[in-house]
């Protein structure tokens, strides 16, 4: 079966600091990912999408950056975080074939910038 | 701009009684519709989908029905139970695209024993 896997749950990092999330999926190949957002109080934002390695769409401009360095590997990033940019960040895929299919979502991670 | 909406940020209802869940949609480009349940501290789960082609969706205690022409859906569980407590999460994904979701604001369903 498939499961997908992102950490770390929980980050507190500093104003200014680098961020790196990590998010792999395990039991299928060649998987959509994709990074959401939840701010506070808000419905989830699609951040990124990927139909492949080193293919990567960005749905909304901003500090965050991502990469698909293998099939089942998706990475957040961000050279300078700012006070704008805490949140719960999840990680989602689903399978590459056809339409209309759900996305299954990881655990999170909840990142506060202080 | 929020393409869906759900204009309930909070539900109560009593164990055994219907849970209703509403959602409205602005884009007529969407063409399938899920909802998705989520606890605190974890990752949405999807529960149930609904084609455009279709008005009605069943699985087990969970019905979604979909208006288009009022572009507006809804989830109704029945009968209620404590363990559906939850935030619920309406999404839609447009007919292009590489399965992309849409997500409302959710509404959280507390089910009292």
């Known amino acids: 079966s498939q499961t997908i896997h992102q950490w770390p749950a929980t980050l507190v990092q500093p104003v200014g600091s680098p961020l790196s999330l990590e998010c792999t999926v395990e039991?299928?190949?060649?998987?959509?990912l994709y990074w959401y957002r939840q701010a506070a109080g808000r419905g989830l934002q699609l951040l990124f999408y990927?139909?492949?390695?080193?293919?990567i769409s960005s749905e909304v401009p901003q500090n965050l950056s991502a990469s698909r360095p293998q099939d089942r590997q998706f990475i957040l990033s961000s050279k300078k975080l700012l006070l704008s940019d805490s949140g719960f960040y999840l990680c989602a895929w689903t399978t590459g074939t056809g339409e209309n299919q759900p996305q299954h979502f990881g655990d999170g991670t909840r990142l506060s910038i202080l | 701009d929020q393409q869906v909406k759900q204009n309930s940020p909070s539900l109560s209802v009593q164990e055994g009684r219907i849970s209703i869940l509403n959602c409205d949609y602005t884009?007529?480009?969407?063409?399938?519709f899920l909802w998705y349940k989520k606890y605190p501290a974890e990752g949405p789960t999807f529960l149930i989908s609904i084609s455009s082609i279709k008005d009605k969706n069943e699985d087990g205690r969970f019905t979604v029905f979909l208006n288009k022409s009022a572009k507006h859906l809804s989830l109704h569980i029945v009968p209620s139970q404590p363990g559906d407590s939850a935030v619920y999460f309406c999404?839609?994904?447009?007919?292009?695209?590489?399965?992309?979701?849409?997500f409302g604001t959710g509404t959280r369903l507390t089910v009292i024993p």
């Open positions: 990927s139909v492949g390695i080193g293919q």
């Open positions: 039991g299928t190949s060649n998987p959509n």
């Open positions: 884009n007529s480009m969407f063409d399938y």
């Open positions: 999404a839609a994904i447009p007919k292009t695209g590489a399965n992309n979701l849409f």
